[in-house]
């Protein structure tokens, strides 16, 4: 305790009722989680196996259990839970799928398999991906606000929110006879459960005797309810949040949820965490100063011991091509002459469009960089084919995975054949694999398609056998060598090197499969594959942006993106009225929302931070005049320096590329 500074040791110690701990950016608020589960185990006596911390995202909720794995030693940890909210979730479906009316193993539906059910039920509206895009958005956002099919129909405005939910109807029904829930089920499911089984959720509450909740201003309404329930009258609480970073409006987040805390526990405690251990002094005044704009139930003022730190620069471009220009050259200089890592360079902006032309510069120069939000491991296609092969393994109603695979590698089963079979379960409500079962398909495919369908299903029927009977991933070796899919990756492959690299990928799934079924057998020894795979699949969805990689690349990536991290030099490109604050924004009236995204990208700065913006963008094949952001004006004049703006602009770049030469000139005459 002794590393924590006053205000973390007093959230820490503090258990005699409901906590908000106001954690402003970089104030160490994963410290104070982490040290405050190892008081509640190691000061209070409460079993580890009766606390629950919940964050957002799988990265996070990896490193809170690592450190506490660090503060509380052996057995004591046993059975404690640190989990995303999706994960606790699922882990409450599974105990209660009984009560829910689930079968066992039902399947979780990602977001392609979401748009895929959608599209076909939207099929004869001829509706095209934006509008599939559209209605999965809307059903997601009725979804997190507890909005049922039956109240969406009856609020629905205008013919497209009519379609949403009328759709929203046949699609949940869908899911239903799919023995699936998608994400956004994760958590209206159980809370559901919970409204409608008092005794049900008493189980739970005294499982879950206190709950600590990690970035909570992004709590969307059910994960906010969840939260009230399993607390029940307890008031056993700590929630940290910041209201100023709250930046996923648009994916239902609440922020206001943080005020709510002090209506439903009038006894609630505030600590603020104030100090803050990333950034520079200059850096904090003028996200404070920037952010002090925004009304505030609760008012924060970060602080640093850091020192004052260089002026925060502003640079004006001509266009769009210069200011990416100048990021590049300037990160190559700054590489060269004061040997900067390529890694502490970030680069954030509002959308994705804005990187393309940085990469080609990035590129022309030879810089290497890292685009985060890339291509995921899970949607991969290798990967996909895989997980359909265990989503179907595990839950013989996922049809959407039925379909992926059955004809994966080639089996001869065409089109005409999947659509009568198609027909035919539809007709009987069955699942497309029950279907190759029956002999009522006998009137309806000849002989020899049938015998394909059931040999493909035997086959899988004899692996599920295997997989319970004995060791279930030796079993799925066993497939991926039955089905000869690595044969299948090298013919639909351009190159032995890419067809090695997807073969690999295979291979780690069933490494990954195979880790994550030991570590759920730990904590319950039952585990099985079903319990495995879905947990598989979960991360799946969790993980797309997450994947680990520490090579010395400029990190190139949306603000939104770029929450939770911290770099030693950050530039912040397109401070422009229009794309930071978004024009959407403008438009609506949600101005507050962009100054938290922009305070979140300043607060990312540990040392240097630059903003840069261009006078004209080409739109549309045109090039338009740009306004300044007008977050530019909210920022303290004394500690910015505004560069470009002047005629020296020229003769300055011309000095600066100089001296990379000479730099550069000086590297080669050393070697």
């Known amino acids: 305790m002794s590393k924590l500074n006053p205000r973390q040791r007093e959230a820490v110690h503090y258990i005699g009722g409901p906590l908000l701990v106001l954690a402003g950016a970089g104030s160490g608020k994963t410290s104070v989680i982490t ?394 409500h069955i699942s497309l694999f029950d279907a190759c079962h029956e002999i009522g398909l006998e009137q309806v495919l000849p002989e020899r398609a049938i015998e394909r369908l059931r040999r493909f299903c035997h086959m899988l029927e004899s692996l599920y056998q295997r997989c319970t009977q004995g060791d279930p991933i030796a079993a799925i070796r066993e497939l991926i060598a039955e089905i000869e899919y690595e044969d299948w990756i090298r013919q639909n492959c351009s190159s032995d090197a890419v067809a090695d690299k997807r073969i690999q990928n295979v291979w780690f799934l069933v490494d990954s499969l195979r880790s994550t079924l030991e570590r759920l057998q730990e904590d319950d020894p039952d585990a099985g594959i079903e319990e495995a795979i879905a947990r598989l699949m979960l991360l799946d969805m969790l993980d797309r942006q997450e994947e680990e990689d520490d090579s010395d690349r400029v990190q190139l990536m949306t603000l939104h993106a770029s929450k939770g991290l911290e770099f030693p030099h950050v530039y912040l490109m397109g401070m422009e009225e229009e794309l930071l604050p978004h024009r959407n924004s403008i438009e609506s009236d949600t101005i507050e929302e962009e100054r938290r995204l922009a305070y979140v990208g300043i607060t990312r700065a540990k040392r240097t931070l630059a903003m840069t913006l261009a006078k004209k963008r080409r739109q549309f094949g045109e090039e338009v005049e740009c306004a300044p952001s007008r977050f530019l004006e909210e920022l303290p004049p004394e500690d910015i320096e505004t560069e470009g703006l002047g005629q020296a602009s020229p003769e300055l770049n011309r000095a600066r590329g100089k001296a990379t030469l000479n730099s550069l000139r000086g590297m080669f005459d050393d070697l």
């Open 35 to 428: 040290r405050k589960i190892a008081y509640l185990v190691q000061e209070c006596g409460i079993e580890a196996r009766h606390i629950a911390a919940v964050t957002f995202t799988n990265k996070a909720a990896r490193e809170m259990k690592e450190r506490v794995g660090g503060l509380i030693q052996g057995k004591a940890s046993r059975g404690l839970t640190v989990s995303t909210f999706h994960n606790l979730g699922l882990n409450i479906i599974r105990r209660e799928h009984k009560a829910l009316g689930f079968k066992p193993g039902f399947s979780i539906f990602d977001d392609q398999d979401s748009k895929a059910l959608l599209r076909d039920l939207l099929i004869h509206h001829d509706e095209d991906a934006d509008h599939v895009q559209m209605v999965q958005h809307q059903i997601s956002s009725w979804k997190n606000d507890m909005v049922e099919p039956q109240q969406a129909l009856e609020v629905a405005q205008g013919p497209h929110e009519v379609l949403a939910a009328r759709a929203y109807e046949a699609y949940n029904r869908h899911l239903r006879a799919y023995n699936a829930v998608d994400f956004d089920d994760l958590i209206l499911v159980p809370v559901r459960l919970f409204a409608a089984q008092p005794a049900v959720l008493e189980r739970w509450q005294n499982r879950i005797r206190y709950l600590l909740v990690d970035e909570y201003q992004d709590t969307n309404l059910s994960q906010y309810r969840l939260v009230r329930q399993l607390v029940g009258h307890r008031s056993a609480l700590t929630v940290v949040g910041d209201d100023d970073q709250s930046i996923y409006a648009w994916r239902g987040a609440r922020p206001e949820n943080l005020a709510q805390l002090q209506e439903d526990f009038p006894g609630l405690k505030v600590v603020k965490l104030e100090q803050n251990y990333r950034s520079t002094s200059r850096i904090l005044k003028a996200a404070n100063t920037l952010i002090a704009n925004n009304p505030h139930v609760f008012d924060k003022t970060l602080w640093s011991e850091m020192g004052a730190g260089d002026p925060i620069r502003v640079i004006h471009t001509r266009n769009e091509d210069a200011e990416c220009d100048r990021i590049a050259t300037e990160i190559l200089d700054r590489h060269l002459r004061e040997k900067i890592q390529f890694r502490d360079f970030a680069v954030l902006y509002r959308g994705n469009h804005q990187s393309r032309l940085l990469e080609m510069k990035l590129q022309s120069y030879q810089v290497p960089y890292k685009l985060n939000g890339g291509t995921s491991f899970f949607s991969r296609a290798e990967i996909k084919d895989l997980m359909c092969y265990l989503k179907v393994l595990v839950n013989r109603e996922d049809d959407n995975a039925f379909l992926r695979i059955i004809n994966l590698p080639r089996r001869e089963i065409g089109p005409t054949t999947l659509e009568k079979l198609g027909q035919y379960s539809s007709e009987r």
